[in-house]
C-alpha cells in the first residue's frame, strides 16, 4: 500500500508538472495553509512576509526566497526539505506533493500568474435584514434632536421628535461600527471602526444634512470607541494595537498616536481642557496621557478585569468595566508630581491610590458603556442588566434611573445638557427618553427586518 | 481547485483498481444493518467487514459498490456514506468480494429542515478544529483575546463569546461569509493557530450555515448527548491493513448519529498503528493499540490488533488451574504468540525473594531450594515467604510510600508510630478494604490514632481528595479541579463533589506535644458546609466518582460515607485500582499503566485479567497476601527473560518476563547481604535495613541515586525504577561496592578465611553476588581468571566479586 501511495504521489507530480504551476491557484494555498501565521503582515517572522507578491519576491532577513529556475539553490525549498525541514515550525512537514509543486513553481520560473477576482468578503448590507442587527454605538445631537444609531456596516439618522420622518440610512466601508458621535458643535458625525483583523477606518459626515466628508483608514484592526476632541478638530479612538489614536477631521492631517496600553484599547475620552486623554482597555488599566507630548502621565488603576468605558470631567477621569465597578481618580491628587519628574518615565507619582480614588457606587453587573453630557454634568452607565443609571458627576451620586429596558443595552449617549438619553440594544432596539421622569420618547428598530421564516411563507 | 478535483477522483480509482480484492471465508456484515434518516445534511458511513482464511478481519468499506434502490429517497455517495433526499424506505445493495450485504433505510425527513445546534453542531467543529484545546483558545487566558472553554466543556460560557463579545466581531449574521469565525480558521485572514479548516470542509459548512441562521442558541429542551460509541469495537487486521472506524452518538431522545467526522482520534500505540483525522487506521506494526474516539466531552475506545500473516501458529492449551494464566494464555493465542517456558529455580527463587521480602535469597536458601525434589515447592517457597519478617518490612515500606508517611509532613513519634501501625496491619494480614477505611476515616492525635498521619500530612481537602482517589481508586483528578478532565469525562461538578467528602477535615497542632514539628491533630467539624463549585458558584453535594450523589444527613463525617463507598465489594474502582497496582510490582508495568491514571482512554492490557484479578480479590475480602500469592503462583510469574521468535516483539502481554532493575532498597539490602558490609543511615536506629528505614530522610546518596521515593506526591512515580548513567558510575567507581568488596570483614575477605579451592570460592561468590551457581561457561572463565591473578588470591576475589556485583544479573531481576 505505502509504495502504492509513493506511486501515486509521483503521478500527481508529474501531472502537475506537464502544466505551470499557478501562484494564485496552487502555490498560494500552500502559504496561507502553513506558512502565514508567522510570515505574514500582523507577525513577520525573520522578517519574512509572504501576504503579498511583493513581499514574496522580497525574500526576507536571510535573502531572497528563491532563485528562479533553481529550486535546489532556493531557501525556499531547504527551509521544507530533509528529515527535520526547519519549516514549518511545530507542525508535520509539507507533503511531498507540496514540495513538489513549490519546486516545480521555482523551476518553471517562479512566475506570478495574474490574481483571481478579489474573493476577501466585501461589504455587504442588506436591503431587508433578516434578523434585527444589534446596535452597536448610539449618538445624540447636542441639541437631542437627531439621534444616530449604528449597526454593524450602517449608520441610521433617527429624528427624535419628528415619528413620521423616515430614518436615514448611511452606508460605510466599515464592516462593524463600533462608535458614532457628533462634534461638540454638532455640525459634524464621526462613524469608526472598520474590518476586524483587517482595517480600522473613520468616516465624516457633514451634519444635519448627512453628507459624506471623507473616509480614512488606519492600522490592521477596527477602532474602538473614543470621543471628540472639545474643539472638535480631532476625534481620540482606541485601537487593537493599544494605542489611542487621535485622528484630525482634516483629511489632510497627520493622525498622532499615543503606544499606551498591551491589549485592545476599548474607550478613549478628552478632558474638558482637551489637554490630556483618558484610555481604558483589555489590559484593564486606566491611564491618562498628555495631548500635547502625546506621553503617558499616569496609569492610575489595574482593574482586576477588563475597562470596557472611561469618561471624565473637569475634576477626575472615571472608567468602568466588567469587574462591575465604577470608578473616579481625581485628577488633582493622581497627578500630582507627575510632569515635574519627566511625565512618568522613572517619576515616582507623589500619591498613592488610595488617596485619588473616588468610587461610585457598586455596578449591579458588567458595566457595558457609559456616556456623558456635552457639558459634562451628567453621567450615563450601562450595565448587562435592564437598567440605566445616572449619575452626577460632581458628587457621583445617582440622581435617576430608566428601567425596563431591553437588557443588554450595548451602548448609550446623553445630549450636551444631559436631558434626552439615547440607547441601543444588542436585540437591535433604538429607544430615547427624557431623563427627568424616565418617558420614553422614541422606541423603534431602525432597519427593515423580515425574519427568515416569515420570506420563506 | 476545480483541476484538483479529477486528480482526486483518478486517484481514488487508482486505489480503487489497484488493490486486490481479499479472499472473504464466510459472510460480510455491514454496520448499520439498518438505519433511519432524519436530516437531510448528515449522512451515514457503512462499515462492511469480512474475515479472511487467516482469521484477520478485513475491511471491505472502500471497496463495496452500492446501489440503492431508490436513488430519488436515499443514495450512496463515493465514498460510502448514505445520503437522504426524501422521505421513503429503500434498501441498498452493496456487493465486495464476490458477495452481498444489505442495509435497509428509512428517510424520515421533517417538512421543515431543522436549524443547526450550537451543541450538537457547532461545539463539535470547534473541538475537531482544535479551536479550544489548552494550547489554543482553550488556554485559561485564552489566546490574542479569544477564550473558549477547554475542549467544549462549556458551550453556556462559549456562546456568548462567539455570538456577542466585542459588538459581535467574531460573527456577522448579515454577511456571514465575512465572519472572524469563518475567515480565521480558513486562513483568509492571518490566523496564529493556522488554517484550521478546509473551504468546503463539513467544519466549514457547518460553521457558515450555523451564522446564516442567525447563530442562535440552543432551546433549553435540547436533547442531550447520552454515549458515544466505536464501531468495529475489536479488529484483528492483518499487517499494512486499513480499518475505517465508525463512531455513533447518542441521544437522549433515543435518536443516533454518525459522528465519524467531527470525532477526534488517537492512537495510543503509534508504533502499532495511525489513524488520519476521520477515523481511518492504517496498520504500520504488529502488536496492539487502543483507538480512542472523543465526540464532545465522551471517550469511546476499540482494540485493534496487527497480526501477522498465518504463520501456522498452533494455539497453546488454556490453563484452567490459575486465573492469571488462564487470561493471559487466552490473549496470547489470539494474538498468535507463544509463551516463554518457567525460569529455572535459581533464578526463580531470586525474583521471588526480591519482590516478595526485598532482598535476595541467601546461598543455603538457594541450594535447599535447587535440591528439594518437591514438586510443590515453589508454592511452598511462597507461603514461608508470606510469613517472613522481611515481608512485613517490604510491604510496609510500599505502603509507606503510597500513603506518604514522612517527616516533612509529619512529626518524628507520628511517623514511627504510623510505620508501627502499617506494618502491624500487614504482619495481621488486615483485609485491604478496613485497611482503607480506618486510614480515610481517622481523626485525633497520631498518639492516639495513628493513621491519622495520613490526613494530617494532606495540606488541605484538595490534597486528600486528590491522594485518596489516587492511592485507593488509581484515578487522578488534578485536571478536574480547575478544568474539565482532558482524557477522562471527569468535571468539576466531579472533583467537587470529592470535595465535599473531605472538607470537613481540619489539623491543628497536638497540644500534648508543644514545639515538635508537624506535630498535627485531626479535627472533623461535622457543621462543615459543602464545596463550592467555582465554575456555577453554587454549593456541590458530594458525588462519587462516576457521578452518583448520596443523600447524607446533617451534622455527619461525611468521610465515612466516602470510605464505605469506596471499599464496597461492587465498587468499579477500589480492587480492581489494587490488583493492578499491585500486578505491576511483579512485572515491569500494570495491567493498565500508569497504574495510578486509570480512566477510559487508558484501557487495560487485559480486561479480562483484571477483572478476574479484581473479583478474585474481592471474593478473598480483600486478602493482601491471597492477591500475591495469586500472582506469584502462576506461570506467567514464573516466566524466562529470555523471549522466543514469535513473542520477541511482545511487550505488554506478558508472554515472557522482562527484566526490572531492583527498587533502591531492595539492590542495597542485597549488597549487604551479600558483602556482609552494613550500610550506615544517619539517624536511624541501628541494625535497620533500608528497607525498614521509616522515611526519605535519612542521609543516604545510594537510596537516593537509585530512586527512593522520597513521598513528596501520592503517585507511585515518586519511586524512580529507571536506569541511568551516575548510577553505573556509582557502581563502577563509587565507594558502595569498592569499599564493601575490599572490607576486612567484607565478603571475600571471609570466604577466603577457610582457604577453600578455586571452585568452592567460584560458586560461593556467585551464590553470594547473584544468589546463583556459575553456568559451566561462567565457570570456566572464573576458573581461567583466578589463574591468571596466581597467588594474589585475595586481589583475584576482590575483583571477581566487584566484577559480579557490577554485572547486569545483579542489578536485574530477569
Known sequence: MKRLCILLFVSCAGFVSAADVSYHREVWPIFKRHCVGCHSAQKSKGGLRLDNVAAVQKGGETGPLFVSGKPDQSLLIKQIIGDEPEMPVKEAPLSSAKVALLRDWIAQGAKFDAPPASTAAAVVIPAVYAFAPAITSVALSPDGKIAVAACRSEVILISVDDTNATPRRLSTESDLITHVEFSPDGLRLAVSG????????????????????????????TFFRGGFAPDGKAIALGGADGAAHIV?????????????????????TYTPDGKQLVTGGRDKATKVSSVDTLRLLRMVDQSTDIISAVASDALAAISGGHARTLTGYDYKVALAGVEVGGSGNGAVPVNRRDQ??????????????????????????????????????????????????????????????????????RDGQVQIYEVAGGKLLRSLVPVPVTPVNTVAK | MKHILPLILLALSLTAQAQSVPVIAGNLTVSPASLTLTRQHEPHSLVVMGRDAAGHDVDLSRLTKWTS??????????????????????????????KTVQVSVSVKLPPVAQP????????????????????????????????????????????????????E?????????????????????????????????LSHTTMLAWIAQGAKDDSPTLTTLQSVRIHPAKVVAAPKARQQFQVLARYSDGTERDVTRMAIFEVNTERVARVDDVGLVAATGLGETAIAARYERIFAVANFIVLPADTGFKPAPVPQDNLVDRHVVTKLNDLRIEASPVVDDERFLRRLHVDLIGVQPKPDEVLAFVADAAPDKRAKAVERLLLRTEFVDWWSLRWGDLLQNSRNTTSDPGVYAFREWIRAAIAANKPMDQFAREILTARGATADNPAAAWFAASKDADDSLQRSTQVFAGVRMLCAKCHPHPFENWTQADYYGLHSFFNQVSTKADPRLPGVANARSVLVNLQGGLSTNPRTGQAQPPRYLGGAEPK??????????????????????????????????????????????????????????LDALAADFVKSQFDMRQLIRTIVNSRTYQRSAVPLAS???DDANFSHAIPRRLPAEALLDSLVQATGVPENFGGAPTAFTAAQLPDANFSSEFLNLFGKSQRMEACECERDTRSNMLQALDFINGRSILSRVTAANGRPALLLQPKPADDVLIDQLHLWALARRPSDVERALAQKFFKEYGDKRAEAAQDFFWGLLNSRDFMLLY
Open chain 2, 647 to 649: 513473542n520477541a516483539h
Open chain 2, 169 to 201: 466581531r467574531r460573527i456577522n449574521r448579515h454577511n456571514p461569509p465575512a465572519s472572524l469565525m469563518l475567515l480565521k480558521p480558513l486562513g483568509d485572514l492571518p490566523h496564529e493557530g493556522g488554517v484550521r479548516f478546509d473551504p468546503g470542509s
Open chain 1, 356 to 425: 485619588y480614588v473616588r468610587a461610585f457606587e457598586a455596578q449591579a453587573d458588567v458595566v457595558l458603556d457609559m456616556a456623558t453630557s456635552g457639558d459634562r454634568k451628567w453621567l450615563a452607565v450601562a450595565t448587562r442588566q435592564p437598567e440605566i443609571r445616572i449619575y452626577q458627576m460632581s458628587d457621583r451620586q445617582r440622581k435617576s434611573a430608566i428601567s425596563k429596558v431591553p437588557a443588554p443595552i450595548n451602548a448609550v449617549a446623553l445630549d450636551n445638557n444631559g436631558t434626552r438619553l439615547a440607547l441601543g440594544s
Open chain 2, 552 to 609: 447524607l444527613g446533617e451534622s455527619v463525617d461525611r468521610r465515612l460515607d466516602y470510605a464505605r463507598w469506596l471499599t464496597a465489594p461492587d465498587n468499579a474502582h477500589f480492587a480492581r485500582s489494587i490488583a493492578n497496582r499491585f500486578w505491576s510490582y511483579f512485572f515491569h508495568r500494570g495491567i493498565i499503566d500508569p497504574v495510578d491514571d486509570l480512566r477510559a482512554t487508558n484501557p487495560p492490557i487485559n480486561a479480562a485479567l
Open chain 2, 116 to 167: 443547526l445546534s450550537f451543541r450538537h453542531d457547532v461545539m463539535p467543529v470547534l473541538s475537531k478544529g482544535g479551536c479550544n484545546m489548552g494550547a489554543c483558545h482553550g488556554y485559561s487566558l485564552g489566546k490574542n483575546g479569544f477564550k473558549l472553554s477547554l475542549r467544549g466543556s462549556d458551550p453556556a460560557l462559549d456562546f456568548p463569546v462567539i455570538t456577542e463579545e466585542f459588538l
Open chain 2, 69 to 98: 434502490s431508490s436513488d430519488a429517497i436515499a443514495r450512496v455517495d463515493a465514498l460510502g456514506w448514505v445520503n437522504a433526499v426524501t422521505s421513503g424506505q429503500v434498501t441498498l445493495t452493496g456487493q465486495a468480494a464476490g
Open chain 1, 194 to 221: 472598520g474590518s476586524p483583523q483587517r482595517f480600522g477606518a473613520v468616516t465624516f459626515f457633514k451634519m444635519p444634512e448627512g453628507k459624506l466628508e471623507h473616509t480614512r483608514r488606519h492600522g490592521k484592526d
Open chain 1, 248 to 268: 484630525p477631521v482634516d483629511a489632510a492631517a497627520k493622525i498622532n498616536s499615543i503606544d499606551l496600553h498591551s491589549d485592545w484599547v476599548l474607550d478613549v
